[in-house]
């Protein structure tokens, strides 16, 4: 995985969730890693622990807690930017990416449909399959904007859940969200994605409280002794 050069966006990577330091990497990269398997052998024996984990009578929960330690092994991406360092609190983004990455877990069989229902939107740069295999990571492309994140995520969440019809996990929200590299072949993946249309969040209205009539009258005896 080279670093800047093959006209993606800075984003950062960390070489496992357990260290702070990030290193900024062109995001294009990044993709073509997961596509052409950079991560092929890691992402196997998680695949292979996955299943014979699960249908050793530990079902799904018992397969998750199987990877979870060869999951952290793995490297893993902001995808929002470049950012100072992954400290304590999030980290500071030296510049948005414009991009954003959504979860979407369990799709079990479904997974491949589910990546070919996003592949068809616009703004969606990247989609795959997630470490386990039983989800999906979705990346879209949105204003890089730190002060508009919040809304592009919302706006993204909508559209991918009206695509799909599964429900997003709401972990990834923060800024500085990480996403561990995968491995996936049939990846989609658009160079060329629109910006995500945000809408411009609107101003809550001026609620006025209304005195209740009840309390008008003795409100007016009190002004007339002060007077």
Same mark, same amino acid.
């Given at each position: 995985?080279?670093?800047?050069?093959? #006209?993606?966006?800075?984003?950062?990577? %960390?070489?496992? +969730?357990?260290?702070?330091?990030?290193?900024?990497?062109?995001?294009d990269s990044i993709i073509k890693g997961i596509i052409d398997g950079a991560w092929r052998h890691k992402i196997a024996r998680i695949r292979e622990?996955?299943?014979?984990?699960?249908?050793?009578?530990g079902g799904d929960k018992g397969a998750k807690k199987a990877i979870a330690g060869?999951?952290?092994?793995?490297?893993?991406?902001?995808?929002?930017?470049?950012?100072?360092?992954?400290?304590?609190?999030?980290?500071?983004?030296l510049q948005h990416s414009g991009l954003l990455c959504l979860d979407l877990d369990d799709t #079990?069989?479904?997974?491949?449909?589910? %990546?070919?229902? +996003?592949?068809k939107h616009a703004a969606v740069y990247a989609a795959f399959q997630s470490p386990s295999g039983k989800g999906i990571k979705v990346i879209f492309c949105v204003p890089p904007r730190q002060e508009e994140h919040k809304h592009a995520w919302e706006a993204a969440v909508e559209t991918t859940e009206k695509l799909t019809g599964l429900k997003v996990d709401q972990s990834t929200?923060?800024?500085?969200?990480?996403?561990?590299?995968?491995?996936d072949p049939d990846a989609c993946f658009n160079p060329d994605a629109e910006e995500l249309n945000v809408p411009k969040p609107t101003s809550a209205p001026l609620v006025v409280k209304c005195e209740s009539t009840d309390e008008l009258p003795q409100r007016k005896n009190i002004a007339e002794r002060i007077l």
């Open positions: 995985m080279s670093e800047r050069g093959t #006209g993606g966006r800075m984003v950062s990577v %960390v070489t496992s +969730v357990k260290v702070t330091a990030c290193e900024p990497y062109d995001s622990t996955y299943a014979v984990n699960s249908t050793g009578g060869l999951k952290q092994k793995l490297p893993a991406v902001m995808w929002a930017g470049h950012f100072e360092d992954r400290k304590k609190g999030g980290g500071k983004l #079990g069989p479904d997974t491949r449909e589910t %990546v070919d229902k +996003v592949r929200k923060n800024l500085s969200s990480l996403c561990y590299v995968s491995y």
